[in-house]
């Protein structure tokens, strides 16, 4: 499978494209930003984008969600209890000073347990709200490979101060749902370096509280 990560816009959030070698089909995670250097990726990797995934509603994590749809005719989802983020990105991003476009509505919506398959790659839809009510993370089984958004951080969590926000629930997502997979799963988070499943069972302090 090919995978790049590409860091986006001033939050710094890592933006994903995953491919298929055999069937060229391939799946971008959270858009964020720098929409011409996801397209570049993208052309330069030779890939048909089929999905357009992201992992919860922040304008950091969708804030192109607008321009690689458009671009690649690709199917955009997103878990219906984050559909209200969409369309409040712009408004957003101004606290920050910056600017993004709100997002169009999705083509339909992420579910827990939702398979979704690119070639021979397939992408397992984990939800573990939390930091948002509709946030997810994608577990690629075949590759021993999470996904996490910002639910989970090497050796950190993902802040819950915001609306929509717990942190009880963001712990029990993750025990519920993260915790489980094997110790070899490679965590990649929506910012920061990856991780492992294993050493953030171990070493993770808000997982040993």
């Given at each position: 499978m090919l995978m790049e990560t590409i860091v986006v816009g001033p939050l710094g959030v890592n933006s994903?494209?995953?491919g298929d070698k055999q069937s060229n089909e391939g799946?971008?995670?959270d858009p964020?930003?720098?929409g011409e250097l996801i397209l570049a990726a993208v052309a330069r990797f030779g890939l048909k984008i089929k999905y357009v995934i992201n992992t919860h509603g922040h304008f950091d994590h969708i804030g192109c969600n607008k321009q690689i749809k458009e671009q690649t005719g690709a199917e955009l989802l997103i878990h219906e209890k984050d559909l209200w983020l969409l369309s409040e990105a712009a408004?957003?991003?101004r606290?920050?000073?910056l600017k993004v476009d709100d997002s169009p509505l999705p083509d339909r919506y992420l579910t827990d347990g939702l398979r979704l398959d690119f070639g021979k790659r397939s992408i397992e839809v984990l939800h573990t709200p939390g930091h948002t009510p509709g946030g997810?993370?994608?577990y690629l089984r075949d590759e021993q490979l999470v996904i996490t958004g910002d639910t989970l951080f090497a050796d950190s969590v993902g802040r819950t101060d915001l609306p929509g926000g717990s942190h009880e629930q963001l712990i029990a997502s993750i025990k519920a749902k993260l915790m489980p997979l094997a110790d070899e799963t490679v965590v990649w988070p929506g910012h920061g370096p990856s991780s492992s499943i294993g050493r953030e069972r171990r070493y993770n302090p808000y997982l040993n509280e």
């Amino acid at each position: 499978m090919l995978m790049e990560t590409i860091v986006v816009g001033p939050l710094g959030v890592n933006s994903f494209i995953l491919g298929d070698k055999q069937s060229n089909e391939g799946v971008v995670v959270d858009p964020g930003a720098d929409g011409e250097l996801i397209l570049a990726a993208v052309a330069r990797f030779g890939l048909k984008i089929k999905y357009v995934i992201n992992t919860h509603g922040h304008f950091d994590h969708i804030g192109c969600n607008k321009q690689i749809k458009e671009q690649t005719g690709a199917e955009l989802l997103i878990h219906e209890k984050d559909l209200w983020l969409l369309s409040e990105a712009a408004r957003s991003a101004r606290q920050f000073g910056l600017k993004v476009d709100d997002s169009p509505l999705p083509d339909r919506y992420l579910t827990d347990g939702l398979r979704l398959d690119f070639g021979k790659r397939s992408i397992e839809v984990l939800h573990t709200p939390g930091h948002t009510p509709g946030g997810c993370s994608l577990y690629l089984r075949d590759e021993q490979l999470v996904i996490t958004g910002d639910t989970l951080f090497a050796d950190s969590v993902g802040r819950t101060d915001l609306p929509g926000g717990s942190h009880e629930q963001l712990i029990a997502s993750i025990k519920a749902k993260l915790m489980p997979l094997a110790d070899e799963t490679v965590v990649w988070p929506g910012h920061g370096p990856s991780s492992s499943i294993g050493r953030e069972r171990r070493y993770n302090p808000y997982l040993n509280e």
